[in-house]
């Protein structure tokens, strides 16, 4: 009578490394080429851009350029969107339109901060027709635009009016800078004022007295800027602002 014995539990346990060893290094040595033949079979447009991976080869690019301290050598021609994304400077012109006193103010960023570049009033005297302020408007506007080259403009966004006289003529005056900007070609976004006022003071019901000394410390100017200047310096910053990657609220563009 022949008597079989199991092997016992002690050289089950010692196999078993030896086993499981085995295994691994098959799986090591073959999880490789298939990789790359998965990889390879994938279609071009996906190969760089895997499952789970919110970046693209040109995104990619655009991070190492960065990286690198360099700007792309046709920065002139990218848009404003491009030029947000690689931080590269640009010049950002606000208005704040009124048939008696257009404000305006143009700022340049890049640096650590914004940097004030020209701001002012277009006034119009009270005896002055209506056709004369408008044409002041676009005459002056143009002239900003030739002299300082803006990527982008911000006006201030609509509002309503219980004076339907007044909205027609806060209209015009905004139709005449709308005009004189659009010949350019450039990028153009509204903003609400409560949204401004918002970004700039943190109250979005603040006087214009204190946007006005905000917007001077913001740009460290040394005198405080007039009223409507200063509104349009402040469409300008909050655009920036808008521009961040945790901005509540972004310009819309027009």
Not at 5 to 15: E, G, K, L, N, Y
Not at 158 to 180: P, S, V, W
């Amino acid at each position: 009578m022949a008597i079989t014995t199991a092997p016992t539990s002690r050289t089950r346990i010692t196999d078993q490394p030896e086993r499981l060893g085995k295994i691994s290094g098959e799986a090591q040595t073959s999880r490789p080429c298939f990789c790359a033949t998965a990889f390879l079979l994938l279609p071009h447009r996906h190969r760089w851009q895997p499952f789970g991976v919110g970046i693209s080869l040109q995104q990619f690019e655009r991070m190492k350029a960065r990286l690198d301290g360099k700007t792309p050598r046709d920065a002139a021609a990218m848009t404003p969107a491009m030029r947000r994304s690689l931080r590269v400077p640009q010049t950002i012109l606000g208005i704040d339109p009124s048939l008696r006193g257009t404000g305006y103010g143009l700022i340049r960023t890049g640096n650590s901060r914004p940097v004030a570049v020209a701001h002012g009033t277009i006034a119009c005297p009270k005896d002055w027709a209506r056709s004369r302020c408008l044409a002041m408007i676009s005459q002056t506007l143009r002239g900003l635009l030739l002299e300082h080259q803006p990527e982008v403009c911000v006006v201030e966004g609509l509002f309503f009016a219980q004076n339907l006289k007044t909205a027609i003529i806060m209209g015009e005056a905004r139709g005449a800078a709308l005009a004189a900007v659009g010949e350019s070609g450039m990028e153009i976004f509204e903003m609400a004022t409560r949204k401004v006022k918002q970004a700039i003071v943190g109250y979005g019901a603040a006087q214009k007295i204190a946007v006005a000394k905000m917007v001077q410390r913001m740009l460290e100017l040394a005198e405080l800027p007039a009223p409507d200047a200063a509104d349009a310096l402040a469409l300008a910053l909050a655009y920036t602002q808008a521009q961040g990657r945790f901005s509540l609220g972004a310009a819309k563009r027009i």
